[in-house]
Nanobody
């Protein structure tokens, strides 16, 4: 099993920035991909960003260069730097990990609210 704990959400004004963090524990040696998904009220969950152990990344189309995902394998952590935030970015952001067998794990989620 893999346990994921997020931090860093909160309230920010449009145009502002936030940095989300996620730390993994448990069977971390099995983790291949880590990343972030989000879900806004009334909408389906969507991919924000993923990163492999080797550093390859994949972003949702809406990111448009505003977000950057990074990973510290020594700390078993993944980060999401979000800049130029818009009201449409308001959602619960959940950390995600996938192990080498394809099993998926989720954090409890952290609320990001973009509002003036």
């Amino acid at each position: 099993q893999v346990h994921l704990v997020e931090s860093g959400g909160g309230l920010v004004q449009p145009g502002g920035s936030l940095r989300l963090s996620c730390v993994a524990s448990g069977m971390i040696f099995s983790i291949n991909v880590m990343g972030w998904y989000r879900q806004a009220p009334g909408k389906q969950r969507e991919l924000v960003a993923l990163i492999t152990g080797g550093g390859s990344t994949n972003y949702g189309d809406f990111v448009k260069g505003r977000f950057t995902i990074s990973r510290d394998n020594a700390k078993n952590a993944v980060y999401l730097q979000m800049n130029s935030l818009e009201s449409e970015d308001t959602a619960v952001y959940s950390c995600h990990a996938r192990d080498v067998r394809g099993s998926r794990y989720w954090g409890q989620g952290t609320q990001v609210t973009v509002s003036s």
